[in-house]
């Protein structure tokens, strides 16, 4: 079954880190850049990093750079998102999303997000 | 930094019309990158067309992109009743690979 699954989610204080993972099933993930997509409550989508295949190129947001990390391990398909020093406006759902060429090979949907809430 | 621009904000419209939903790029995509996504509540956003004119696996003919340069747009031909969410436009050709804020279509 072709899907993405987040996990690692949860309440952190302003200033705290949280660690996200994607695990990736179903497809080939070394050969897909991936992207993190958040979604703050009730607003729109926000891309937040992309790690092209292999790990060769890797963007940030201006709004998150310097604080989340992404990084990979093909080995166990897995895409993560390292979070420091969490900030309130950070508090959204992040998705996980290969890359949109990939729809031309295969499309993979979005999971259903880890909700990552920012509050003292 | 390309900023997108969708319009209208909200869009109603009756079961069986057409939708005709604008997505304007502050300047040009390249490489026809340019993909619209549906997003309905409570759930995560889904692919429905990428390269501005290729509709994504399972996604029905009704749907259908167009558009070069800064002027893209999604038709729906006829709306069914499961279509009504919200549409996002995004470049993914430069980073930062920026979405539009958003199209909702909702039952008039």
């Known amino acids: 079954q072709v899907q993405l699954v987040e996990s690692g989610g949860g309440v952190v204080q302003p200033g705290g880190s949280l660690r996200l993972s994607c695990v990736a099933s179903g497809f080939t993930f070394s050969m897909f850049g991936m992207h993190w997509v958040r979604q703050s409550p009730g607003k729109g989508l926000e891309w937040v990093s992309f790690?092209?295949?292999?790990?060769?190129?890797?963007y940030y947001a201006d709004s998150v750079k310097g604080r989340l990390t992404i990084s990979r391990d093909d080995s166990k398909n897995t895409l993560y998102l390292r979070m420091n020093n969490l900030r309130r406006e950070d508090t959204a759902v992040y998705y996980c999303?290969?890359?949109?060429?990939?729809?031309?090979?295969?499309?993979?949907?979005w999971g259903q997000g880890a909700l990552v809430t920012v509050s003292s | 930094e390309i900023v997108l621009t969708q319009s209208p904000g909200t869009l109603s419209s009756s079961p069986g019309e057409r939708a005709t939903l604008s997505c304007r790029a502050s300047?040009?995509?390249?490489?026809?990158?340019l993909a619209w996504y549906q997003q309905k509540p409570g759930q995560p956003p889904r692919l429905v067309i990428y390269g501005i004119s290729s509709r994504a696996t399972g996604i029905p003919d009704r749907f259908s992109g167009s558009g070069s340069g800064t002027d893209f747009t999604l038709t729906i031909s006829r709306l069914e009743p499961e279509d009504f969410a919200v549409y996002y436009c995004?470049?993914?050709?430069?980073?930062?690979?920026?979405f539009g804020p958003g199209t909702k279509v909702n039952i008039k």
């Open positions: 999303a290969t890359s949109v060429v990939a729809a031309a090979t295969v499309v993979v949907p």
């Open positions: 995004q470049q993914y050709g430069y980073s930062p690979f920026s």
């Open positions: 300047q040009s995509v390249t490489a026809r990158s």
């Open positions: 790690i092209q295949y292999g790990g060769s190129e890797i």
